[in-house]
């Protein structure tokens, strides 16, 4: 099955950190940007953050620009989502995904959902005291 798996989430204090993985099975994510996503109970499935497999470069969106980094080792065929100064609005289930329109990212617009593939199940980050 070609998608992507999430893992890494789990509960943490605010003020604390967690290190998301997505890998990728039946693809190789190199050769796509890789977005992160994020959805809370009753809103919309907002992007995080996006490398792309040009040049690795990368977008945050302001929410957690400062506070996340979004890194890809190609030879292990994952992206990492390093997340610190947790909140407890940055609960929500965490996905990953491949934009099969684009090779770069560089702004909301490379975020938009409809444009990405091959998503996986989620992993839950629960930022709570």
């Known amino acids: 099955q070609v998608q992507a798996v999430e893992s890494g989430g789990g509960l943490v204090q605010p003020g604390g950190s967690l290190r998301l993985s997505c890998a990728a099975s039946g693809f190789s994510l190199d050769y796509y940007a890789i977005g992160w996503f994020r959805q809370a109970p009753g809103t919309e499935r907002e992007g995080v953050s996006c490398i792309s497999s040009s040049d690795g470069s990368t977008y945050y969106v302001d929410s957690v620009k400062g506070r996340f980094t979004i890194s890809r080792d190609n030879a292990k065929n994952t992206v990492y989502l390093q997340m610190h100064s947790l909140k407890p609005e940055d609960t929500a289930v965490y996905y990953c995904?491949?934009?099969?329109?684009?090779?770069?990212?560089?702004?909301?617009?490379?975020?938009?959902?409809?444009?990405?593939?091959?998503w996986g199940q989620g992993t839950q980050v629960t930022v709570s005291s």
């Open positions: 995904a491949a934009n099969l329109l684009r090779r770069s990212c560089s702004s909301d617009y490379d975020l938009r959902t409809h444009e990405y593939a091959y």
